[in-house]
Nanobody, 114 residues
Framework: VQLVESGGGLVQPGGSLRLSCVASGSIFIIDAANWYRQAPGKRRELVAAITSGGSTNYADSVKGRFTISRDNAKNTVYLQVSSLKPEATAVYYC?????????WGQGTQVTVSA
């Protein structure tokens, strides 16, 4: 099983991106999933989580601006990031649980700069 993230890039402050995380090589769908981010020189932090039932949770710093969602038919989890601030610059990682095993993607870079 591989998690492949995409959708990162360079965006101006106030802009938006949609990050995707697809689980390839699995006949089982993603159970719970999380998005983390790690800025240079900082610890990796959890920004959003979604359960198998679709319940969501967010870090206080992103509430109202980030939205996590899932498409089980595509075995994909998304993170819509909006109203981006320069401090959101980081590598964003997808973490997914499939049949009680945890998988990580390689990360996708988001850079917020004018």
């Amino acid at each position: 099983v591989q998690l492949v993230e995409s959708g990162g890039g360079l965006v101006q402050p106030g802009g938006s991106l949609r990050l995707s995380c697809v689980a390839s090589g699995s006949i089982f769908i993603i159970d719970a999933a999380n998005w983390y981010r790690q800025a240079p020189g900082k610890r990796r932090e959890l920004v959003a989580a979604i359960t198998s039932g679709g319940s969501t949770n967010y870090a206080d710093s992103v509430k109202g601006r980030f939205t996590i969602s899932r498409d089980n038919a595509k075995n994909t989890v998304y993170l819509q990031v909006s109203s981006l601030k320069p401090e959101a610059t980081a590598v964003y990682y997808c973490n997914a649980w499939i049949r009680s095993l945890s998988y990580w993607g390689q990360g996708t870079q988001v850079t917020v700069s004018a």
